[in-house]
C-alpha cells in the first residue's frame, strides 16, 4: 500500500496525527527536501528513506522516476509513505501518483496536510481574510511566468479580482509578476510580503510593495522555498 502524506510547510509538529501514524508504520519512506526532515530522526529502526527532492537548477528526480519507487515497493508487499511539503494535492504532483498507483493495481490512500499557502502566512502572522480588508484569496503557481507559454492564469483578472493573492513557486517569476499585475491596474501601493522557510526555526518575513519590487526587484533576501502575499493583508506581517 502506498500513502501519500501532506507534511505541511516544514515544522514537524504541524503533520496530523494520521499522517504522524502512516509514518510511523512505513517500511519505506518517499521525501523530497520541503518535507518536514527532522520527522526522520523519529522513525523506527530499519525504515528504508529515499529522498526524491527537485531542486530547482540542480538535482531532479523525474516524476515518472518516482512513481515507480512508490509502486515497485508497494508490490513488494512493503508499506510505503511519499512524505512531501505542503499539501501532496495543493501544486504538487500527488494525483498524478495515485493515478500511477491506481493503473498498477497499487492500493492508495491520501492524507491531507496543513497547506503551506494557509500556514505559512498564518505563522508570520497575516490573516489571509480579514472583515472589512479581504473577502477571500487565490492561491495561484508562480512556476510559469504571466506570458510563458505554459501559463493558463488570467493575470488581469487576478488583478480585478479584489481577493488576496497567495503565490506559491513564484520566487524566481516574482518580478514579471508584479509588472504584470502593475499593467493591469493593481494599486502601486498594495503590500507584498514574502515568507520564507515558514514552520522553520530559519523563518523569515519580509514586508515590501509593488512598487518597490516593480521599482527595485524583488527583496535581496527572497529564496525559496517562500509564500508570497500580495493584499492589504500582507501589511500584517509580523517583521
Known amino acids: 500500500m502506498v500513502t501519500l502524506v501532506g507534511g505541511g510547510p516544514?515544522?514537524?509538529g504541524l503533520l496530523t496525527v494520521k499522517g504522524s501514524q502512516a509514518l510511523a508504520d512505513a517500511d519505506v519512506v518517499v521525501v523530497d527536501r520541503l518535507a518536514p526532515l527532522a520527522v526522520l530522526?523519529?522513525?523506527?529502526?530499519?525504515?528504508?528513506?529515499?529522498?526524491?527532492?527537485?531542486?530547482?537548477?540542480?538535482?531532479?528526480?523525474?516524476?515518472?522516476?518516482?512513481?515507480?519507487?512508490?509502486?515497485s515497493r508497494a508490490?513488494?508487499?512493503?508499506?510505503?509513505?511519499?512524505l512531501k511539503g505542503g499539501d501532496?494535492?495543493?501544486?504538487?504532483r500527488g494525483m498524478e501518483e495515485v493515478i500511477a498507483c491506481t493503473q498498477a493495481g497499487v492500493r492508495v490512500e491520501v492524507i491531507p496536510g496543513v497547506s503551506s499557502a494557509i500556514a505559512a502566512?498564518?505563522?508570520?502572522?497575516?490573516?489571509?481574510?480579514?472583515?472589512?480588508?479581504?473577502?477571500?484569496?487565490?492561491?495561484?503557481?508562480?512556476?510559469?511566468?504571466?506570458?510563458?507559454?505554459r501559463s493558463t492564469l488570467d493575470w488581469d483578472a487576478l488583478a480585478r479580482g479584489g481577493t488576496t493573492?497567495?503565490?506559491?513557486?513564484?520566487?524566481?517569476?516574482?518580478?514579471?509578476i508584479v509588472d504584470a499585475l502593475v499593467v493591469a491596474g493593481l494599486d502601486l501601493d498594495t503590500p507584498l510580503a514574502c515568507v520564507m522557510?515558514?514552520?522553520?526555526?530559519?523563518?523569515?518575513?519580509?514586508l515590501t510593495s509593488l512598487s518597490k519590487v516593480a521599482g527595485s526587484g524583488p527583496p535581496p533576501e527572497l529564496h525559496s522555498p517562500a509564500v508570497i502575499v500580495i493584499g492589504a493583508v500582507a501589511a500584517f506581517v509580523a517583521v
Open 10 to 12: 516544514g515544522d514537524p
Open 41 to 71: 530522526d523519529g522513525l523506527r529502526e530499519g525504515v528504508e528513506i529515499i529522498d526524491v527532492s527537485k531542486i530547482p537548477r540542480g538535482r531532479f528526480t523525474p516524476q515518472e522516476e518516482i512513481n515507480d519507487l512508490l509502486v
Open 75 to 82: 508490490r513488494q508487499g512493503r508499506a510505503v509513505a511519499r
Open 88 to 92: 501532496p494535492f495543493v501544486f504538487g
Open 121 to 149: 502566512p498564518e505563522l508570520a502572522g497575516i490573516p489571509l481574510t480579514h472583515r472589512g480588508i479581504s473577502q477571500g484569496f487565490t492561491v495561484v503557481s508562480g512556476h510559469a511566468a504571466p506570458g510563458d507559454p
Open 165 to 176: 493573492l497567495v503565490v506559491l513557486m513564484g520566487v524566481e517569476n516574482l518580478g514579471p
Open 197 to 206: 522557510d515558514g514552520g522553520l526555526p530559519s523563518q523569515k518575513a519580509v
